[in-house]
């Protein structure tokens, strides 16, 4: 995955201690990690925001694919295989000197100062990546330029650079909750869908949950993330996909319109309003009526190369409970 190279030598940074955004500080995780982004973020001037994307774009693939990679961090996520660490002709693949692995073109670093390069050392892979990555400048136009020199994966750029936006807008690393699609109430009905046939345009399956409601209800996202696409889908109709930092791709289709105030890039909290119940799709930009107003809302997970759907009821069901019980708790 990585590109070795020799990057050049560097001041490690200093082992001080960095006031974390309050907000982390109430999830130890969150604070033990932004202390680390902000120190890296010191040394190598890429913003605290650019790290973080990284580190958490590594961890959803690590999630995604156990079996090929590893946690090797305690708290940072980013992955390096020995041969990247240590350079693919060291003949020493567990080799944790500086030197020698800058020799061999490795892509380790001693990111603490204690002489080593540690690959499971959460300063030392935070660094090296960092001080790569480094070598081409600290705008977001070289960052990307860095990033696909890293990865070689166009999908693995646009992700850390929707990830970076998130984190730079809200300005802590906490930004995991969720909300019901649609305003809690009564005034909606869904059951599992996931899976059945669908016929218009040819024999498929349905991915996703359908959430039967009348015209104009509005509809909401249902978690912080970027919005991906937005407009027509001559199945799905005015859709809207939007991407959290899960790497998880929400899905919202069949809808009347759009909240104007937002475009592809616009970054969205749990609960906020994007778009309207309604009944466009099954034909060219406009059609609707073709079935009863619904939104259909699917998930949809990244492994690097490619997506898949996976059924959205038992999410949609925790997100519909956890919302009622804080409506109660407010009004009791």
């Known amino acids: 995955m990585a590109a070795s190279g020799t990057p050049p030598a560097r001041e490690a940074p200093a082992a001080q201690s960095t006031i974390a955004n309050k907000t982390d500080a109430k999830d130890d995780s969150f604070s033990k990690r932004r202390i680390l982004y902000d120190?890296?973020?010191?040394?190598?001037?890429i913003p605290w925001f650019r790290l973080a994307a990284i580190d958490q774009y590594e961890r959803t693939i690590t999630k995604a694919r156990p079996k090929t990679r590893e946690q090797l961090g305690q708290y940072i996520s980013v992955f390096v295989s020995e041969s990247?660490?240590?350079?693919?002709?060291n003949p020493d693949i567990n080799d944790q000197s500086p030197m020698s692995i800058r020799w061999f073109s490795g892509l380790g670093e001693d990111g603490d100062g204690d002489g080593l390069a540690v690959r499971t050392n959460d300063t030392d892979?935070?660094?090296s990546v960092a001080n790569h990555l480094m070598r081409f400048g600290t705008e977001e136009d070289d960052f990307s330029?860095?990033?696909?020199q890293y990865y070689h994966n166009?999908?693995?750029?646009?992700?850390i650079r929707q990830f970076a936006r998130l984190y730079e807008h809200f300005g802590t690393l906490n930004l995991f909750e969720h909300a019901f699609p649609l305003p809690i109430g009564d005034n909606y009905s869904y059951k599992g869908t996931w899976g059945t046939r669908r016929s218009w345009g040819g024999y498929r399956i349905h991915e996703g949950t359908d959430?039967?409601?009348?015209?104009?209800?509005?509809v909401r996202s249902t978690c912080y993330g970027i919005i991906e696409i937005k407009g027509w889908n001559p199945y799905g109709g005015w859709r809207l996909g939007i991407r959290d930092l899960n790497n998880y791709y929400?899905?919202?289709?069949?809808?009347?319109?759009?909240?104007?105030?937002l475009s592809v890039g616009s970054a969205v909290k749990p609960g906020q309003v994007v778009g309207w119940v309604g009944s466009s799709g099954y034909g060219r930009p406009g059609t609707s009526g073709k079935f009863p107003p619904h939104l259909h809302y699917g998930i949809y997970r990244d492994r690097g190369l490619v997506e898949w759907s996976f059924d959205p009821y038992p999410s949609l069901r925790q997100?519909?409970?956890?919302?009622?019980?804080?409506?109660r708790k407010r009004k009791s």
């Open 319 to 327: 997100w519909e409970n956890d919302e009622r019980r804080q409506l």
């Open 145 to 148: 330029i860095g990033l696909w």
């Open 125 to 127: 892979l935070l660094y």
């Open 84 to 89: 990247e660490w240590a350079g693919e002709l």
């Open 211 to 218: 959430i039967f409601a009348g015209y104009g209800v509005p």
């Open 39 to 45: 120190e890296i973020s010191v040394v190598t001037r």
């Open 250 to 261: 929400h899905y919202y289709a069949h809808l009347s319109g759009y909240d104007k105030a």
């Open 154 to 159: 166009t999908r693995a750029v646009q992700r």
